[in-house]
């Protein structure tokens, strides 16, 4: 079959852009089948899709979300729901979508809210019908809340729940294991020497805290080691907090030795209340943190953190939103994993 030839250069079809029937009309198939390769369908010969995609490529077609919204019902359109107080683990979650999401035609919205507020569920159900969303990506806190999710599966919109630990069915879970995470960073530091241990949490609103926290405790028994309830404090995963619990903790007497806080951005308020307590990271006091956002490798010294892949599962999260097979990938990448930087080292001699 001969190649198919685009609309010469000068006519009306060169002017405007592509639709789908000039699809169909150029590589001989129906507008159906067209169709059906724009929204990734196993339902087509390979062969078939091969001179499609071809004709796609060549005419540099885009699908229209808004006509496509009309013709199927709903728009083309995913959300991300959070309510996390961590700026960079929404961008990051956001990069993840917008690469799953790259030429599916689909486009992203965003909706911050709030668990604590009356009209948390009013606010949720008007979103995702006013949007008309062909499905959401929920986010910790709101993942963990199962009234969103029955809220999602009541008014028919699909939806995946990011959470530390499994809540639903496989189809609607994408699970980041934070418990190894908290079990790497007590290893690292009993490895180190560590006895005197102390644990910044996040806010127990979040599952996340709750499993970092078990993981870590877990791994120090195993060591003969553990969590001193004068040293285990509660922040809100907010720098500010992290300075707040810091100079708490340093305080003491005696003092820890090593400070596990539950995200990178309260690791980053110890480290200043140690500068400003006048002590030394890591020769007076060691420092990690959780998360591994740009901000671990920009601190000084450098922060030793439990690497989790946002990114990586924002780009997983949204791929089974859609359908789509995952690609393969190893799924240890998208487990916690230890970063050592210079932010901890063996104990002081006391």
Same mark, same amino acid.
Request: with cysteine; charged share 25%.
């Given at each position: 079959?001969?190649?198919?030839?685009?609309?010469? /250069?000068?006519?009306?079809?060169?002017?405007?852009?592509? %639709?789908?029937?000039?699809?169909?009309? @150029?590589?001989?198939?129906?507008?159906?089948?067209?169709?059906? =390769?724009?929204?990734?369908?196993?339902?087509?010969?390979? $062969?078939?899709?091969?001179?499609?995609?071809?004709? #796609?490529?060549?005419?540099?077609?885009?699908?229209?979300?808004?006509?496509?919204? @009309?013709?199927?019902?709903?728009?083309?359109?995913?959300?991300?729901?959070?309510?996390?107080?961590?700026?960079?683990?929404?961008?990051?979650?956001?990069?993840?979508?917008?690469?799953?999401?790259?030429?599916?035609?689909?486009?992203?919205? =965003?909706?911050?809210?709030?668990? +604590?507020?009356?009209?948390?569920?009013?606010?949720?159900?008007?979103?995702?019908?006013?949007?008309?969303?062909?499905?959401?990506?929920? %986010?910790?806190? !709101?993942?963990? $809340?199962?009234?969103?999710? +029955?809220?999602?599966?009541?008014?028919?919109?699909?939806?995946?729940?990011?959470?530390?630990?499994?809540?639903?069915?496989?189809?609607?879970?994408?699970? %980041?294991?934070?418990?190894?995470?908290?079990? *790497?960073?007590?290893?690292? @530091?009993?490895?180190?020497?560590?006895?005197?241990?102390?644990?910044?949490?996040?806010?127990?609103?979040?599952?996340?805290?709750?499993?970092?926290?078990?993981?870590?405790?877990?791994?120090?028994?195993?060591?003969?080691?553990?969590?001193?309830?004068?040293?285990?404090? *509660?922040?809100?995963?907010?720098?500010?907090?992290?300075?707040?619990?810091?100079?708490?903790?340093? +305080?003491?007497?005696?003092?820890?030795?090593?400070?596990?806080?539950?995200? /990178?951005?309260?690791?980053?308020?110890?480290?200043?209340?140690?500068?400003?307590?006048?002590?030394?990271?890591?020769?007076?006091?060691?420092? #990690?943190?959780?998360? $591994?956002?740009?901000?671990?490798?920009?601190?000084?010294?450098?922060?030793?953190?439990?690497?989790?892949? %946002?990114?990586?599962?924002?780009? @997983?999260? !949204?791929?089974?939103?859609?359908?789509?097979?995952?690609?393969?990938? /190893?799924?240890?990448?998208?487990?916690?994993?230890?970063?050592?930087?210079?932010?901890?080292?063996?104990?002081?001699?006391?």
């Amino acid at each position: 079959m001969s190649k198919p030839r685009a609309p010469e /250069d000068g006519g009306v079809e060169s002017r405007r852009r592509p %639709t789908i029937n000039d699809i169909a009309r @150029l590589a001989g198939v129906s507008k159906k089948t067209v169709s059906r =390769v724009i929204n990734a369908s196993p339902f087509v010969r390979a $062969d078939t899709r091969e001179r499609i995609e071809a004709v #796609i490529a060549e005419l540099g077609y885009a699908p229209d979300p808004q006509a496509r919204g @009309l013709a199927y019902g709903r728009a083309f359109l995913i959300g991300l729901v959070y309510d996390n107080p961590n700026p960079q683990y929404v961008v990051n979650m956001q990069l993840g979508l917008l690469d799953g999401m790259k030429g599916s035609g689909f486009e992203l919205v =965003v909706h911050p809210c709030d668990r +604590a507020s009356p009209t948390f569920l009013d606010d949720l159900r008007s979103f995702v019908e006013r949007q008309r969303l062909f499905g959401v990506v929920l %986010t910790p806190s !709101v993942s963990e $809340d199962e009234r969103a999710a +029955a809220l999602m599966a009541e008014i028919g919109c699909a939806y995946v729940r990011v959470a530390s630990v499994s809540l639903d069915r496989p189809e609607h879970m994408i699970e %980041t294991r934070d418990r190894l995470g908290g079990r *790497e960073a007590a290893a690292h @530091l009993a490895e180190l020497g560590h006895t005197r241990i102390a644990f910044v949490s996040g806010p127990p609103t979040f599952r996340s805290s709750h499993e970092r926290r078990s993981g870590f405790e877990e791994a120090l028994e195993e060591r003969g080691l553990h969590l001193a309830k004068a040293y285990a404090v *509660e922040g809100a995963y907010t720098y500010e907090s992290g300075i707040a619990r810091g100079r708490e903790l340093l +305080a003491m007497s005696p003092r820890p030795t090593a400070i596990f806080a539950g995200n /990178d951005e309260m690791a980053a308020g110890v480290l200043q209340a140690a500068r400003q307590a006048g002590l030394r990271v890591p020769e007076d006091v060691s420092v #990690i943190g959780f998360d $591994d956002f740009q901000i671990a490798s920009r601190l000084w010294p450098t922060l030793t953190t439990v690497r989790t892949p %946002t990114r990586e599962i924002g780009r @997983l999260a !949204v791929e089974r939103l859609m359908g789509r097979e995952d690609d393969g990938r /190893d799924p240890k990448s998208r487990l916690p994993s230890l970063v050592v930087r210079d932010s901890t080292g063996a104990p002081p001699n006391d």
